[in-house]
């Protein structure tokens, strides 16, 4: 399965703004793009012309990057997150919520929100591994969508585990409102599809629709 191998901190970079990709050290003065860090002085784009880039106000650059910084905060493949746009866009409702709602649902992202995992990365992992149960049967694929009344749990072997136990400690994550959660932080419950006030990235999606629309 094709995926992102590189280092996650030229991402932030390029985007010039904290997308979450590396877990504890988002949080701490090392992320490039923190106010007052010690590497403050990487905070431009990467790449042997990155300080000299300068940004041009076109509004195709407007869109493309705010369409790149939203497939990288969840982790997906080009094609993977046109082919769920397809999806939303032929659905009824606003096509930017129902992409967005389609994004929370998968399953690595509901593993990413219960806390389990310090990182989308993270969480994915431990999908992948046979780690996340969903009503009771295991489910290996990250890109599962849970609906409204399933239960997503962690195995009990899992539970014990040292990274577990150390990012609900640490990352003291709340859970979101169309989340329920159970059995001491090892559960969630969705409650209901999240609606676009419970969805806390800082994505402007009209203008990923506006791009794909062209």
């Known amino acids: 399965m094709a995926r ?53 106000g076109s509004e195709y650059l407007t869109q493309l990057r705010e369409k790149q910084k939203a497939r990288r905060i969840y982790g997906l493949l080009e094609k993977q997150f046109r082919n769920l746009y397809e999806e939303a866009s032929r659905r009824p409702g606003i096509t930017g919520t129902n992409l967005l709602q389609f994004l929370e649902l998968r399953l690595d992202n509901v593993a990413y929100r219960a806390g389990w995992g310090a990182s989308r990365a993270q969480a994915r992992q431990f999908v992948r591994h046979g780690h996340v149960m969903v009503n009771a049967k295991r489910v290996t694929i990250p890109s599962f969508r849970v609906r409204p009344g399933d239960v997503v749990t962690l195995k009990v072997v899992t539970r014990e585990n040292f990274n577990v136990k150390r990012n609900l400690d640490i990352m003291d994550r709340s859970v979101p409102g169309w989340l329920e959660k159970g059995d001491d932080g090892f559960a969630v419950t969705v409650r209901v599809v999240p609606q676009r006030e419970q969805i806390d990235e800082s994505i402007r999606e009209q203008l990923i629709v506006e791009l794909y629309s062209k």
């Open 4 to 56: 992102y191998t590189g280092p996650v901190c030229r991402l932030c970079r390029r985007e010039r703004t904290k997308l979450y990709l590396k877990g504890e050290r988002c949080f701490t003065l090392k992320c490039p793009v923190a106010e007052n860090s010690d590497r403050q002085t990487r905070a431009f784009p990467p790449g042997m012309h990155g300080r000299d880039r300068q940004r041009q």
